[in-house]
């Protein structure tokens, strides 16, 4: 959503066209929400395979 508003901002200055802007900054974006979803996943089933008593899971008995 903030590189979406940044590319119409951008378009509406006058700095940068729409067409340009919006698929550089959303494309961009969207790569590097991938890797952290990558990078999330990762770390957490680690942390749930080495350390389950770190990590709170809501729904379960005894959870806050």
Known sequence: ???SA???EL?????SPLKVA???LVG???I?????????????SLILKTRP???ICYGEKGAL
Do not use: R
């Open 1 to 3: 959503m903030g590189a």
């Open 6 to 8: 940044t590319a119409i």
């Open 11 to 15: 378009a509406i200055s006058g700095t």
């Open 22 to 24: 919006l698929p550089a």
């Open 28 to 30: 961009i974006h969207a």
């Open 32 to 44: 590097i929400g991938i890797g952290e979803a990558i990078i999330t996943t990762t770390a957490v």
């Open 53 to 55: 008593d770190l990590v």
